[in-house]
């Protein structure tokens, strides 16, 4: 059974660092791994997909890499600004199209 | 264009009634799925239509719940007998099955069930 897990749970910077979220995976038999965000009491917002085929992909600030056979996923925000502050969720498809989600990272940027 | 969208957003109902929630996907969408958020749990996978066909319905987690999807786009996911460990925010994605970005899932905003 896949199981996603990401580190840490919680994270707080001062606006303007660098910062890297961490996602691992059990199984690399995957499709492709997908980031969203996730402000309080809202729906999902992705952010980025990677295909398995893919090493990494970007997106503004945003940078997300993959490494399937190691099971990793690192999600690189540049320049952190209060606005960023959310749950950072990611997602591994696998056969059947469903996702399955790791637990999140609760970011604050404070300013 | 516009997004997925769901309704209610807010249902609260007591313990052993019905309750529905409808998803309305991105026009043109093929895949639709139904995914539950609760404190316990985190996000689990439910459901997924391709078309009006349900594949894969092995999250389901009891058979009190059930879904349909017609004419391709609306899904009703229903749930009976309510319990209070149903509460959750029951969200709905859907995407299309072919283009470079194969599979990316879209999401609406949810809907938030609380059974008292």
């Known amino acids: 059974k896949q199981e996603v897990t990401q580190i840490p749970a919680a994270l707080s910077v001062p606006e303007g660092e660098n910062l890297v979220l961490n996602c691992s995976f059990t199984?690399?038999?995957?499709?492709?791994l997908q980031w969203f965000r996730q402000d309080p009491g809202k729906g999902l917002t992705s952010l980025l997909l990677?295909?398995?085929?893919?090493r990494e992909q970007t997106s503004g600030r945003l940078n997300a890499s993959l490494d399937k056979s190691s099971g990793r996923s690192t999600l690189y925000i540049a320049a952190s600004q209060p606005g960023d502050s959310a749950t950072y969720l990611c997602?591994?498809?696998?056969?059947?199209?469903?996702?399955?989600f790791g637990a999140g990272t609760i970011l604050r940027v404070k300013s | 264009g516009a997004g997925v969208s769901q309704s209610p957003s807010n249902k609260v109902t007591e313990k052993g009634k019905d309750v529905e929630l409808r998803c309305d996907p991105i026009?043109?969408?093929?895949?639709l799925y139904w995914y539950r958020q609760s404190l316990g749990q985190g996000l689990e996978f439910l459901i997924y239509?391709?078309?009006?066909?349900?594949?894969?319905k092995s999250g389901l987690p009891s058979d009190r719940f059930s879904a349909e999807r017609t004419g391709g786009s609306v899904s009703t996911l229903t749930i009976q007998r309510t319990q209070q460990e149903d509460s959750a925010v029951y969200l709905c994605?859907?995407?299309?099955?072919?283009?470079?970005?194969?599979?990316?899932?879209?999401f609406g905003p949810g809907t938030r069930l609380t059974v008292t």
């Open positions: 994605a859907s995407s299309l099955l072919t283009g470079p970005f194969t599979y990316e899932q879209y």
């Open positions: 199984d690399s038999a995957i499709y492709n």
């Open positions: 990677i295909q398995s085929s893919q």
């Open positions: 997602a591994v498809m696998e056969y059947g199209n469903k996702l399955v």
């Open positions: 026009s043109g969408h093929t895949a």
């Open positions: 239509f391709q078309g009006n066909s349900a594949p894969d």
